[in-house]
């Protein structure tokens, strides 16, 4: 079964009324009728019973369909006189007998769902459909019981045959919208090709654990993540690391889950269970993210519920206004073509189609987004904050020199790689990664603490060890010796190491900024979007950074509180909405705080739990496309909105004027959905010449890096 809240078909949120059924034994639910009706036709197995019953309908509501349209076009040529009316009140006898059980075939669905509605004290636009067939089926059957008049089972009949087919084409072409993201949201329901005692066998996902060994056959995507045990091959991992180059593979090499298998065939040993890769992980993410509504889709779902009582009340006004002046029937159709042409189909595809396909472009490439209101947040921003290391620099942090008291560097770097042990931080890292060249063994440290955009503290044999900020260490009213104190600020890294009350070392680091970093700037500049730099460092470092990158705003040795504040004042003077983008665990908060949090692949669970958006691992090129992504969307959104608002108000206008007639009108209804559904598409397919054009020349660049 599919995830709460989306469509089993087309995968889109499911609204306030869904549908439910069961289709091959398992229960799905869906947004609308046409998603049921597409996907019971499509993955319906010809020997279930639910799947046969479905197409006997079709096939007999198409047969009374041509039976009543041949009939109704004899009774509209005139080959009738008046000799015979006692022929036409047979023929219309006739019409009313297969137009009975069309209603109920055809129309049993839209039906059911005005009932379901009403049931919620609600109306939904099968509310419309089915007071619309009703009365003109309801009028006629009344007629021919009277024996005279005009009756009109052809318009009831092709105003369910038009929304019908119009259901259908729409949920089939929210499908082609959503088709590349099928492989990501079917993560869960995959099967792999398990081998054991030379055997292979196929089985579920979820039943693989850690050891278990699958084959993989060129072409597959990998389901799973392992080492290759046996074979040689190329994998594309573009939709987990961002990657576009293949990565060849031979044994011993990992192998992610969702990662497309190249020409040869491997074996693969699984390192953690079937349903704990992070390709269903990030199955999961997409999942809810399709499934949470956005602001604006959620103002036009009110929208609509306000809409639809208004158009049955607009539709009951035009019956009474033109019945006062002429005959009831005429009224009654211009009633009906106002009912059939304001269903606001439309109007709520406008949003949420245009979204998922934003998502699913963005997971295409490796980029997480939480919610699709997360796109419409970007689009609005009027500047991106950065912070300094493992963001816009490498993180690779390496030691340049090392300055003491008199304390040997052998003691000082003993200290430095106990307290760094076991923690996230890019400097901790670098720490322990030198400590490990050194070959010195790491001393046990106890009561370790981090302090967030600080230091960390911890007991030593005994003895209260810190090491961190130089305002770390004034906060903790350590001394600090005249020899380390005097030392001018320079272009690197500084970390204050003491212990027992006193400064003894400082560890210099230095970091390169990544080359695509200089790109993302300027094309975030040349789009109107600010920069801003936010760092936890000291002065120098970040000052040397902003230079380079052409940041002219800066702030050094911030807290992370002190993020929080620079970010809100700075949102406060540009009078707009800020996007941050960090990986440390002092950034958790501002990226909490931020219109829109963005986490670079390599940041701390922390920064990833607290991000709207999460790029994969050397994916800070792709920011440019992604603000470029969120204003196209936007655009798809608002350029949808005012085709369906004009449609409707235009559309509405005919109507009630009584310029068109209900099969017309239908007719108009569904072709406006289609095409809101085609602009969608055409939208996804725009090319997104900023990511291409910037990142190509960062490429072409990467010798140029600069030194911080």
């Not at 961190?468 to 350590?478: D, E, T």
Request: proline share 4%.
């Amino acid at each position: 079964m599919n995830a709460v809240g989306a469509c089993s078909h087309c995968l889109l949120p499911i609204g306030r009324i869904g549908l439910q059924r069961e289709v091959n034994g398992e229960a799905h639910q869906f947004c609308c009728y046409g998603c049921c009706l597409a996907y019971q036709v499509h993955h319906g197995e010809a020997d279930e019973p639910e799947a046969a019953a479905l197409l006997i309908r079709l096939g007999v509501g198409a047969f009374l369909a041509m039976s009543i349209m041949l009939f109704s076009l004899l009774l509209y040529s005139g080959t009738f006189g008046e000799a015979d009316g006692w022929l036409v009140h047979r023929i219309h006898w006739l019409l009313w007998a297969l137009a009975t059980p069309l209603i109920v075939i055809l129309g049993g669905p839209f039906i059911a769902g005005a009932w379901q509605a009403a049931s919620r004290l609600r109306v939904s636009a099968d509310t419309l459909v089915s007071i619309g067939a009703l009365a003109a089926y309801g009028y006629s059957g009344y007629q021919v019981a009277q024996g005279s008049g005009i009756v009109y089972f052809d318009t009831a009949t092709m105003v369910l045959i038009l929304f019908t087919l119009g259901r259908y084409l729409e949920a089939q072409g929210r499908v082609r919208a959503m088709r590349s993201l099928a492989p990501m949201l079917a993560a869960e329901r995959a099967n792999v090709r398990v081998v054991a005692d030379g055997i292979d066998a196929i089985k579920p996902v979820h039943t693989v654990q850690p050891g278990t060994i699958l084959r993989i056959f060129p072409g597959e995507r990998i389901a799973v993540d392992g080492v290759v045990i046996d074979g040689h091959s190329d994998c594309d991992e573009a939709i987990i690391t961002g990657q576009s180059e293949t990565q060849l593979k031979a044994p011993g090499a990992l192998v992610h889950a969702g990662s497309i298998n190249g020409h040869g065939q491997i074996w693969v040993r699984a390192t953690v269970a079937g349903t704990d890769t992070r390709w269903i992980q990030i199955s999961r993410l997409v999942r809810d993210a399709l499934a949470r509504k956005s602001l604006l889709g959620s103002t036009i779902d009110s929208a609509a519920t306000i809409f639809i009582p208004f158009v049955l009340l607009l539709a009951a006004g035009t019956v009474w206004f033109w019945s006062t002046r002429g005959p009831f029937e005429v009224a009654l159709l211009i009633g009906l073509a106002v009912l059939v042409v304001a269903c606001p189909c439309s109007l709520g595809l406008a949003a949420p189609l245009a979204t998922a396909l934003g998502i699913g472009q963005a997971a295409r490439r490796g980029i997480l987004i939480r919610s699709g209101g997360v796109l419409e947040q970007l689009a609005r921003i009027r500047g991106v904050a950065f912070d300094k290391t493992g963001t816009l620099t490498q993180g690779k942090l390496q030691p340049v020199y090392v300055t003491t008291d008199g304390t040997t560097e052998k003691d000082l770097l003993h200290c430095a790689t106990a307290l760094a042990s076991g923690s996230e931080h890019s400097i901790a890292r670098a720490i322990t990664e030198q400590g490990h060249v050194n070959k010195m063994s790491v001393l046990p440290a106890m009561e370790i603490r981090a302090h967030p955009g600080a230091g960390v503290t911890g007991q030593i044999d005994g003895v209260l060890c810190a090491m961190g900020s130089r305002l770390f260490m004034k906060a903790l009213g350590w001394t600090i010796p005249e020899k380390l104190s005097a030392m001018p600020a320079p272009r690197y890294t500084l970390v204050y190491i003491g212990w027992g009350g006193s400064v003894h070392g400082i560890l210099a680091l230095n970091d390169t900024t990544l080359p695509e970093a200089k790109s993302v700037i300027e094309a975030l500049h040349e789009h109107g979007v600010e920069t801003l730099l936010l760092s936890g460092d000291t002065k120098g470092p970040v000052a040397n950074v902003a230079s380079a990158l052409g940041i002219s705003t800066w702030q050094a040795e911030l807290t992370p509180e002190g993020k929080v504040r620079a970010l809100r004042e700075w949102a406060h003077k540009r009078r707009g909405s800020i996007a941050m983008v960090g990986d440390g665990l002092n950034d958790g908060p501002v990226l909490a705080s931020a219109a829109v949090g963005i986490a670079v692949g390599t940041a701390t669970d922390l920064a990833k739990e607290s991000a709207d958006i999460t790029l994969p691992t050397g994916g800070l090129g792709s920011l440019p496309w992604l603000v470029e992504l969120a204003n196209r969307v936007r655009k798809s959104i608002l350029a949808n909105l005012v085709w369906a608002l004009g449609y409707n108000a235009v559309a509405l206008m005919l109507a009630v004027t009584g310029l068109l007639k209900p099969v017309v009108a239908a007719g108009l209804m569904f072709g406006s959905s289609v095409l809101v559904v085609m602009r969608s598409l055409r939208a996804g397919r725009e090319s997104t010449s900023i990511e291409t054009h910037r990142c190509a020349r960062a490429e072409a660049s990467a010798a140029h890096i600069y030194s911080t």
